[in-house]
């Protein structure tokens, strides 16, 4: 790493950001369907000044499977020949975006980029991508030194870090160090985040007609109904505070029944937990699985037969917490201050590309370009905090 105090930090040209980031939300890709996104960043990526050999797309989407079109696209850059020496560094953003943004048109109003209709913006992350393009082109254009880098650009971020997940590390070429964009300040640096569960259960109960035998019946909707009430009693749904442990749960997805003459038997539950303690992330996923288990054995039919659960928990992602004196805290917080942002060190109570990242051994951070309100229809981005965002990312790309 260099470090120079008399040097100039390299100056973006924020109209060219501007119109990449505009180019870039007014194109659709929600999760799985990345491709038309892919092309233009890469296009994007060319035009900026990398060699087409440089671009690659990995298998993930293979890994993936659910009919994912594309894998994550991987930018290797091999660095300016004074510097080719020096540890590798990583970029990173998803591609992604959510359902709500499809059909968004951005427009510019008072300081921002917002969404002319009623749809998310896709903010969320699409900043990222022209950010990093703007990086390459304000170093490549005024030929300056920098060491190798790595540029992911994931897919399948929003549905589960999917990209992330499934990237092959050896396919980066083994970076020290990651910077992870995905967030509104540029200088809010995300040390670390929470981590997830994320659950699945099977309610089995027993069929009858509901008007002539309904006690023949077990419904499957009341061993439902009876678990999330048996949790949310015990203080376990939604945000969760007992004693000095913390955490969040949800129930997402709740499907069932075929008519309303049968009682229902069967109904298939999915939702996550969430916290930054791995202990108590396995204490708030046994809450939900003893609460289902124990409504199915409590209600029975008139013959005494009992329900059934199967209940299917896995890991989603695990928590971290960098300490302060890892080289990429140490490297943003010198930067941010070299372009006269003041920096601070924060924990996300959500999870992201960055926690598989520092998983496979690659200390990364998290900072933002922009981006606000994302999943909703008052999404916005900010452009003061774009451009300071891009700066940023090009400081960090040559000191």
């Known amino acids: 790493m260099t470090s120079n105090s008399a040097r100039q930090s390299p100056k973006i040209n924020e109209k060219q950001a501007l119109d990449r980031l505009m180019q870039l939300l007014a194109i659709e890709g929600i999760s799985g369907q990345e491709t038309d996104v892919a092309k233009a960043t890469a296009s994007m990526l060319v035009d900026a000044g990398c060699k087409k050999s440089w671009l690659r797309h990995d298998s993930a989407h293979k890994r993936i499977g659910q009919g994912f079109q594309v894998g994550n696209l991987v930018v290797r850059l091999p660095g300016s020949p004074k510097r080719r020496r020096e540890p590798r560094r990583l970029f990173m953003g998803h591609m992604d975006t959510v359902p709500l943004c499809r ?95 994320r659950w699945e259960v099977h309610v ?18 009341l061993i439902t109904s009876r678990a999330i009430a048996d949790v949310a009693d015990r203080g376990f749904f939604g945000k969760i505070e007992i004693g000095k442990s913390r955490g969040t749960s949800n129930v997402g997805v709740v499907q069932g029944g075929e008519a309303t003459n049968q009682v229902t038997d069967y109904v298939f539950v999915r939702g996550e937990s969430r916290s930054h303690s791995k202990a108590f992330l396995a204490r708030i996923t046994k809450t939900y699985r003893t609460a289902f288990e124990r409504a199915a054995k409590a209600t029975k039919n008139s013959s005494g037969v009992s329900g059934s659960v199967d209940f299917r928990a896995e890991t989603d992602y695990a928590a971290f917490k960098m300490p302060l004196s890892s080289p990429p805290i140490k490297h943003s917080f010198a930067a941010a201050r070299r372009i006269g942002l003041e920096p601070k060190s924060v924990i996300a109570n959500g999870g992201l590309d960055a926690n598989y990242l520092n998983a496979g051994g690659i200390p990364t951070v998290t900072l933002g370009a922009g981006q606000h309100n994302p999943h909703t229809v008052d999404e916005y981005v900010d452009l003061r905090e774009f451009y300071d965002g891009c700066q940023l990312l090009a400081e960090l790309m040559i000191a």
């Open 204 to 221: 089995h109960g027993r069929s009858s007609h509901a008007g002539v035998h309904p006690e023949d019946g077990i419904s499957s909707a």
């Open 103 to 197: 059909g968004a048109v951005p427009k510019k109003s008072k300081g921002r980029i917002v969404s002319a209709g009623n749809t998310a913006l896709g903010g969320d992350n699409r900043t990222s991508l022209a950010a990093l393009v703007t990086m390459i082109d304000t170093i490549l254009s005024a030929g300056l030194d920098y060491p190798p880098a790595t540029l992911l650009l994931t897919v399948g971020e929003e549905i589960g870090l999917l990209g992330a997940r499934h990237v092959d590390v050896a396919d980066l070429d083994h970076p020290v160090m990651g910077f992870n964009v995905d967030g509104g300040e540029p200088a809010r640096i995300v040390t670390g985040a929470t981590g997830a569960d």
